[in-house]
């Protein structure tokens, strides 16, 4: 569904500050799989996904989704087919526009058309029904500016709008590192449900060990543009933390040291 075959991407080449931030990475993804992605600062996380959603090209390798060759398409040209949150509530929305406004837009992606005369009673309709899911109140304040939204409300419609128009991949940045734990958790409850509901195929960047393991179905983690440990089935089900740190320390020659990834023990 997804293939990244020997992806490249070197910045700041041929100076003293080069920096390989990924190295001849492979990955192939099956539709509906949901793969969580860790590992230490510069590991290659955010790179990675900046390659598969578009944000600049490889300098060699190429990425497929579903079948097409992405490689050279143009962020904007990715957008219908993928849907991206970031760890920032206050990116992917127009904090001035209403609810439905922002949802009309995202909804617009999937007739590959624009806002025009206005937003559509039935799209409405629709966002309401969605918005009801989230059990937020969300869909009786549609005319309310997304500027007005705490964080978690925020995120939670950000969800929304990058899954509406119905993309063939959804990557998640980190998408609830910025909220309270109490609105951290309803996110990711969101999240499952929705990834669950429509099959998505997904990628989900977080620093927190315990929840990588604990959640979707199938963990990797990078290491100097690198995926040095993929796991899944039955070994990813026995996985402990202490045991995934010991293997990091195998195959990354050192000890993981990152005050940002957070090690909750098992119990």
Do not use: C
Not at 10 to 30: I, P, R, S, Y
Not at 136 to 151: D, H, P, W, Y
Not at 175 to 187: E, G, I, Q, S
């Amino acid at each position: 569904m997804l293939e990244i075959k020997n992806a490249v991407k070197t910045f700041l080449a041929g100076t003293v500050n080069a920096h390989v931030a990924l190295d001849d990475l492979t990955l192939l993804l099956e539709a509906g799989e949901f793969v969580t992605v860790i590992g230490s600062n510069g590991a290659g996380k955010s790179t990675l996904f900046n390659a598969v959603g578009g944000t600049f090209l490889l300098d060699s390798g190429s990425v497929t989704l579903d079948g097409k060759d992405i490689t050279w398409l143009a962020e904007h040209r990715r957008a219908s087919m993928i849907g991206r949150i970031f760890q920032d509530p206050l990116k992917g929305t127009a904090p001035d526009m209403t609810i439905e406004e922002n949802l009309a837009l995202a909804y617009a992606r999937k007739r590959l058309s624009v806002l025009r005369q206005g937003v559509q009673k039935k799209d409405v309709a629709f966002f309401r029904e969605e918005l009801s899911r989230f059990g937020m109140g969300l869909e009786n304040r549609m005319k309310s500016k997304v500027g007005l939204l705490s964080g978690g409300q925020r995120q939670a419609l950000t969800l929304l709008m990058a899954t509406i128009a119905g993309p063939q991949l959804l990557l998640l940045d980190e998408h609830t590192a910025a909220l309270d734990p109490a609105a951290a958790a309803k996110v990711m409850e969101i999240t499952k449900e929705i990834v669950a509901r429509e099959h998505l195929t997904t990628m989900m960047i977080t620093h927190n060990i315990q929840a990588a393991l604990k959640t979707g179905t199938r963990t990797i983690m990078l290491e100097d543009g690198r995926i040095i440990l993929d796991i899944f089935g039955e070994e990813r089900e026995k996985m402990t933390v202490s045991r995934l740190m010991e293997l990091y320390s195998q195959q990354g020659k050192r000890a993981l040291d990152n005050d940002r990834m957070l090690f909750t023990r098992d119990e």
